[in-house]
Each structure stands twice: as C-alpha cells, then as structure tokens.
Nanobody, 119 residues
C-alpha cells in the first residue's frame, strides 16, 4: 500500500507564494507520473500540473508562468511552487502519484491541502 502525505497549504494574500509538498511512502519500486489537481467549492476537480519520470512537465493554461512542478526521485516527493497567487487559485489541492510497488501498479491520491488566496 502506498501512502501520500501532503503539506504546505495555507492562507496567503493575492500576489503571494506557497510551496506544496507530497511525499509518497510504501513498497514503491518505481514512480511514473506525478501531478497536482485542485477542487474549488462547487466545481469539479481539475488538473493543475504534471511531471513525468523523465522530468517533462505540463500545466493548465491559467497557471503557466506562475506555478512550477518538480520532483525529487530520491525522496519520492513532488512539489508545486505557486507564485503570484490569485483568489481564483483558492481550492483544495491534491497530489496524485502513479507507479509500481513490489506487487501491483498503483494510482494514489493525497488527502488534500487547503490553499486560500484572500486579502
């Protein structure tokens, strides 16, 4: 079984920055794609950013140039650096990790961390 633990959310003023972290643990053999999603109240969960095992990244248009996804393979951890935050970035942010354990393929989600952008 794979566990994901997220940290780094909070309250920030517009224009501020936050850094989210998501650490995966368990009998992990390898990790493929890692990503961040978010869900605002009354809205569907949406993809924010992804990063492959080779380091290729992808972003939704509204966060390009402001958010940066990165990963530390030695620590099985994915990060989301969020700069120039806007009120519309307010949401619960979830990490997602796909990979292989010693027994099966996995597709796991973090517990979610609240990000609130408000003055």
């Amino acid at each position: 079984q794979v566990q994901l633990v997220e940290s780094g959310g909070g309250l920030v003023q517009p224009g501020g920055s936050l850094r989210l972290s998501c650490a995966a643990s368990g009998s992990i053999v390898s990790i493929d794609a890692m990503g961040w999603y978010r869900q605002a109240p009354g809205k569907q969960r949406e993809l924010v950013a992804t990063i492959t095992s080779g380091g290729s990244t992808g972003y939704r248009g509204s966060v390009k140039g402001r958010f940066t996804i990165s990963r530390d393979n030695a620590k099985n951890t994915v990060y989301l650096q969020m700069n120039s935050l806007k009120p519309e970035d307010t949401a619960v942010y979830y990490c997602n990790v796909k990979g292989v354990t010693s027994m099966i393929r996995f597709d796991s989600w973090g517990q979610g961390t609240q990000v609130t952008v408000s003055s």
